[in-house]
């Protein structure tokens, strides 16, 4: 027995060390990293709280012209409350992470500018803004024309929200790389809104050259709060720091003042006001763009907070960007944060900038330099994305709640009869509720096909369809098991080619990811993870059964496929870590059933080292051999240059992940269910179980294997809460149809309309 179990762990272990070398293999690829130029400038226009539709709908012969010769897409700015502290999105757009920002952010001057002591008038004296720096932080500030004198208060609201990270990394690089950044405008109304600076300072808070305070106003009756930005002292300034940077932040202002004053307006009034201030950034845009040379310049075009009217639609987070430069091509921006054309994140930003200077800051960054790809029609392909995406943001729980009570209403009526008096829901009905719980997920991946016209038709798509397909199996197989084999294979083979060759029906079906949350943006997210493996356990050990197939044909059948279950999880493909962690520790388990070894602490405890070892290996390997690392890779450099604080920090992330959901997340409701349900059944029906498990050992063993991997999603996983109660439908579901009074009378019961049952 002991010899036994020694050969069993051996070859799990070979196996797992086989996956690790294979999936670790480095990708050739090119790093092509441009020599520093002479004369080379970036130059940021700031148009804040806009729309697309807006900037489409402006006369901008100016941005029409950088299309051209450019790149255009989403900008994910997600951070840390944004939505009530707009300069949320300017720190962490510097900072590379989502951050939060202090409130008085925006208290940005000129160095030398005088202010009163005490805002009292009590005593005449006056400080400057050096002064001030030097009494808030105890230190004298750097050389540099514009100090923000909240650093200190910057810096500690960002570092207690994300602890071990760089307060003003852009600045803090760009200084140490030998490139000058300077910024100009403002967003001033009533009081000082440089939030800006957040974006361009350094570290100390400091930025080496710039213009922000408020002689760049010029008061006007005309528009909304009665100031708007003096285009002829803005230029002034513009024309002064230019020849002295590399780097210009342009802050025009104008949009983000309507957007805090347009409360009392009417809608037609405000979209005029709106486009009126667009119009003068591009006449202004265009000024700029005489002052240098096109051919060594990148102009972007950002905006870091969404407008009101695209939060109220529920887009909270993505917001136009432009790109253009002489070696960008015209089309959609993406990167490989996202791995998604036309959309980028903030991640991104700084690493973008770096990459035009020839400065690779991939430990540094946790984003990747933005990428044009080759589009005619990029505007149309944009509002497309757009409008799929509002789609899913607002229905996403819409598809989810209705998933949700099927199941409930299924495992109530496959469960309650068994505890309680109740008679039950009929055979029948149980039957299709059954089968069409198990088509669903095939369903919900096909759905976008249709292209979301509306809510009502996508519903009966999905459910009805579900249904439709599970009366038709059950026709053609007239075997519950068998037909159940079918849909979960179906599910697991659609998964996996999606994931290694179509690599877009799950990231834009119902149960994929959000593009605004920005949680995942490419490969196989949690509830799909839960699924994949669920329905493949489910549809090979039920074939198992069916075909009465040996062990040692079971082993290489099931270690065949779970292999590519592996690879479609790991970093370069699915990049799910938690998923691949789980379903190598799945792999292992289920040889382990397969061969009757009886589970243990001590073999257990083994193999989940054992699989972390191969999940570090894979990491690292992927840390050092990919010349852009995943998020395995990238988490790894992080804790190596981070520390252990680094690490405290991601669990830290990942625990409060795990909490936020236990909370808030609908599946609970499912996950709680089937908590009680594997109590109950253990401790009242014991016997029911021990039947099932004589009656049907190969399809048993899946459903032990399907139990533990649901308990493994769940401690690997900061979602695990929703991948495991989807796992565990596949157990549940099926278990239900055995458990059921009926069922155990005769394996196989003919029904009045001749299919069967099982």
């Not at 799910?576 to 962690?581: D, R």
């Not at 239900?736 to 009378?745: I, S, T």
């Amino acid at each position: 027995m002991q010899k036994g179990w020694k050969t069993i762990f051996k070859y799990t272990l070979n196996l797992i060390l086989a996956m690790c070398l294979v999936l670790g293999m480095p990708i050739s690829k090119s790093e092509a990293t441009s020599d520093r130029t002479e004369g080379k400038k970036t130059i940021i226009l700031i148009l804040d709280e806009v729309s697309l539709e807006e900037i489409l709908n402006s006369d901008t012969p100016n941005i029409d012209l950088l299309l051209e010769n450019g790149a255009m897409g989403f900008m994910n700015t997600r951070a840390r409350s944004s939505l009530s502290n707009r300069g949320s999105t300017y720190l962490s757009l510097g900072m590379g992470v989502r951050t939060l920002a202090s409130t008085q952010g925006g208290l940005a001057f000129e160095r030398n500018k005088m202010y009163p002591l005490s805002d009292y008038n009590l005593v005449p004296e006056y400080v400057t803004v050096s002064d001030l720096y030097k009494l808030y932080t105890g230190k004298t500030p750097p050389d540099g024309e514009i100090i923000n004198v909240a650093i200190g208060d910057i810096e500690r609201t960002a570092l207690d929200i994300t602890p071990n990270n760089q307060v003003g990394l852009l600045g803090k690089i760009a200084r140490e790389k030998g490139l000058v950044i300077g910024v100009a405008g403002n967003s001033d109304l009533n009081t000082s809104s440089r939030e800006v600076t957040m974006l361009a300072m350094d570290e100390n808070g400091v930025i080496p050259f710039g213009s922000v305070d408020s002689d760049l106003l010029t008061a006007d009756a005309d528009v909304f709060g009665g100031i708007k930005i003096n285009q002829e002292r803005l230029l002034e300034e513009v024309e002064r720091i230019l020849p002295h940077v590399d780097m210009l932040f342009i802050d025009y202002g104008d949009t983000a003042r309507i957007q805090k004053t347009d409360r009392l307006t009417t809608v037609s009034v405000r979209e005029e006001q709106k486009i009126k201030a667009i119009e003068r950034a591009d006449s202004f845009l265009g000024q700029v763009i005489n002052e240098v040379d096109l051919g060594k310049t990148l102009f972007m075009v950002i905006t870091p907070n969404p407008s009101r009217e695209m939060v109220n639609q529920g887009n909270f987070a993505l917001t136009p960007i432009i790109m253009s430069g002489a070696n960008t091509e015209k089309g959609l921006l993406t990167s490989n944060t996202t791995r998604r054309e036309g959309l980028v994140t903030n991640f991104d930003f700084g690493p973008t900038i770096l990459n035009f200077f020839g400065i690779a800051e991939s430990k540094s960054f946790i984003g990747e330099p933005m990428q044009a790809v080759s589009n005619e029609n990029p505007t149309q392909v944009l509002l497309s994305n757009q409008a799929q995406i509002l789609y899913l943001r607002n229905y996403r729980s819409v598809f989810h709640r209705s998933f949700i009570i099927l199941v409930g209403i299924t495992l109530v009526g496959f469960y309650l009869p068994r505890f309680t008096k109740w008679n039950g829901l009929p055979a029948k009905i149980l039957n299709y509720l059954s089968l069409t719980v198990i088509a669903i997920p095939l369903t919900m991946m096909t759905v976008s096909l249709f292209g979301y016209k509306s809510i009502i038709f996508d519903l009966l798509y999905v459910f009805g369809g579900a249904f439709l397909i599970a009366y038709i199996l059950n026709k053609i197989f007239r075997q519950n098991l068998m037909t159940m084999a079918i849909l979960g294979l179906a599910t697991s083979v659609l998964l996996l080619i999606d994931i290694y060759f179509v690599e877009k029906l799950m990231i834009i079906s119902p149960l994929g990811s959000d593009a605004i949350a920005g949680g995942r943006f490419y490969g196989i997210g949690n509830d799909y993870m839960g699924i994949l493996l669920g329905s493949t356990l489910l549809g090979v050990f039920s074939l198992f059964h069916l075909y009465k197939i040996s062990k040692p044909i079971m082993a290489v059948s099931i270690t065949s496929y779970m292999f590519l279950v592996i690879v479609a999880l790991s970093p370069f493909f699915g990049a799910n870590m938690g998923g691949t962690l789980s379903a190598m520790l799945i792999a292992s388990l289920t040889l382990l059933t397969i061969f009757d070894k009886k589970f243990s602490l001590k073999k257990i405890t083994i193999i989940v080292i054992g699989v972390i070892v191969g999940i570090i290996l894979l990491a690292t390997l992927d840390a050092l051999f990919n010349p852009n690392p995943t998020h395995a890779g990238k988490a790894l450099e992080s804790l190596i240059t981070g520390g252990l604080g680094k690490f405290f920090e991601i669990i830290n992330s990942k625990l409060g992940q795990v909490f936020w959901n236990l909370i808030h997340a609908s599946w609970n409701v499912i996950l709680f269910l089937q908590a009680i349900l594997m109590v109950l059944l253990y401790r009242y029906k014991s016997e029911i179980l021990m039947k099932i498990r004589e009656s049907y050992p190969n399809l048993f063993k899946g459903f032990a294997v399907i139990l533990l991997g649901g308990i493994a999603i769940f401690l690997f996983n900061d979602t695990g809460t929703i991948a495991a109660a989807l796992i565990l439908i596949y157990l549940f579901i099926p278990l239900g149809m055995l458990v059921n009074k009926d069922n155990l009378k005769k394996r196989v019961k003919l029904q009045e309309d001749g299919s069967y049952i099982l």
